[in-house]
């Protein structure tokens, strides 16, 4: 037997989330299972506007494929591209019984037993702001994102200064500002962040300006490309001396193969890496952890993201532990565990 079957799944949010078509109140998308002479493969796809194609243009390409199988839907389409995608190397890896990490990386790669997440403490006020930092440090968490921009540029560091204060030097801090700061305001608050000690911001400018990205360089705090690769490829923000730091979602990407050959092209320029979702369900979060494991050194990622989902396809194959989510050992991406959602028997 050969062919796409498709299941379709509505994940409720904890909180809508905000979005640049407005917010949403849930995950919508679909479970995409291959089936190539008998060898099974799962993979997800769920669109996130502004990131992806829409829903329906995901709905659509996925049930022409199905009626045309086989192919793979194109970089127009990179929520469908991930769903088939990651089944067809879902399928390859179980077929040769290794973890998905494992078969992306090939044999002889390191690939990490787990990988360190970051928490994140929302934009709080400060004595909040604070509160949750500790939780999170007390809960394991090495490595804390703060989003910035929503408060005045003063407040926002003086909440990251009391959170140092609180957690002490030891811990890694990250900002995210989403865009939100004109260009003389980020390199402001840039200042002080530096005497603080901030890894990186992501985004403090607007996802177009990649001159001004580039310009926040090389002031002692990281600069971190997420937005703006909403707007350009890889390699037009790697050319653009944009960034330190690329915050890569796979589902945006078109798939973990995709993902990792942008995480090689950016390499090579000197440019890192950071894993994160688009909150995705189970079996796209499982299959960023194992992307996240193939990457060098041991930097947390944004994958700490299924608390945000009210509710999930399936219990929770990569959850958070002392800071840190272990990699998968069955084969594939999390064994045949999800596969009776997929087929009936
Ligand atoms: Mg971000």
Not at 42 to 71: F, K, Y
Not at 72 to 87: I, K, M, Q, S, Y
Not at 166 to 189: E, H, K, P, Q
Request: charged letters at 25%.
């Amino acid at each position: 037997m050969t062919g796409l079957s498709l299941a379709d799944f509505s994940l409720p949010l904890r909180e809508p989330l905000g979005t640049a078509k407005g917010a949403i109140t849930s995950r919508d998308g679909w479970l995409v299972g291959v089936d190539r002479d008998g060898q099974r493969g799962i993979g997800e796809a769920t669109p996130l506007p502004g990131w992806t194609e829409s829903h329906d243009e995901c709905d659509e390409t996925l049930r022409d494929l199905a009626d045309s199988w086989p192919g793979v839907p194109d970089r127009e389409t990179p929520a469908a591209r991930h769903g088939v995608t990651l089944a067809l190397h879902d399928a390859q890896a179980r077929e040769a019984d290794v973890p998905l990490g494992r078969h992306l990386a090939g044999p002889d790669a390191p690939v990490a037993d787990s990988v360190p997440v970051n928490a994140t403490l929302g934009d709080a006020p400060v004595a909040e702001t604070v509160d949750r930092a500790e939780s999170a440090v007390d809960a394991g968490y090495g490595t804390l994102k703060l989003k910035v921009g929503v408060r005045d540029p003063e407040e926002d560091v003086e909440r990251i200064r009391a959170v140092r204060d609180a957690v002490g030097a030891g811990v890694t801090l990250r900002a995210d500002a989403n865009g939100a700061w004109d260009y003389t305001t980020a390199r402001d608050v840039l200042v002080e962040l530096a005497e603080i000690g901030v890894e990186y911001v992501e985004q403090p400018v607007p996802a177009t300006e990649l001159g001004a990205l580039s310009s926040l360089r090389g002031r002692g705090v990281g600069v971190a490309a997420d937005e703006s690769l909403a707007e350009y490829s890889v390699r037009e923000v790697v050319e653009a001396d944009a960034a330190d730091t690329l915050i890569l979602k796979p589902m945006a990407l078109g798939g973990p193969e995709s993902t990792l050959r942008a995480v090689g092209k950016a390499r090579t320029a000197g440019v890192s890496s950071v894993v994160t979702t688009t909150i995705d369900g189970a079996v796209a979060r499982a299959a960023a952890v194992h992307v996240a494991a193939c990457l060098p050194g041991d930097r947390a990622h944004g994958l700490a993201t299924g608390d945000l989902l009210a509710e999930d396809v399936g219990p929770d194959p990569v959850p958070v532990v002392d800071g840190r989510i272990s990699v998968p050992t069955g084969p594939g991406v999390v064994g045949d565990s999800f596969d009776s959602l997929v087929w009936d028997g």
